[in-house]
């Protein structure tokens, strides 16, 4: 919880004259499970992209400000490039495979016809 509210800070820019809203969290007994993708990625980049250019050339998007770039290198010691796949690296060492929206859709779709059972004969 920590390391997500520190990269969360880390993205924000904050006006020093603004009031900063606090955020509200709740503990739940059950296990909540999201599908949440977004239908289209901004500019036909997956959403991985930025991170993507960092590790592979050591390069920056364009529009990069120094909160970013920033962001960018700190975020990046956890990701690794096997060739075109980028992965991320867990805290227990597991490589997960970062995906676009087009394959996380399709992912979810094959595991949900597999565990329910649609278009089965």
Not at 19 to 44: F, G, R, T
Not at 50 to 65: G, P, T
Not at 101 to 119: C, H, P, Q, R, S
Request: charged share 35%.
């Amino acid at each position: 919880m920590a390391d997500a509210l520190a990269t969360l800070a880390s993205m924000v820019k904050m006006n020093k004259q603004e009031d900063v809203k606090p955020i509200q969290m709740s503990i739940y007994e059950a296990l909540a499970h999201c599908y949440n993708i977004e239908e289209e990625e901004k500019d036909d980049h997956p959403w991985y992209n930025d991170i993507l250019l960092y590790v592979n050339n050591r390069e920056y998007s364009e529009q990069a400000i120094e909160n970013d770039k920033r962001t960018l290198r700190r975020l990046s010691n956890d990701y690794v490039l096997d060739k075109e796949i980028l992965y991320k690296r867990r805290k227990d060492q597991v490589l997960l495979r970062c995906v676009d929206t087009v394959e996380a859709k399709k992912i979810l779709e094959e595991v949900y016809d597999v565990v329910y059972g649609a278009g089965k004969s």
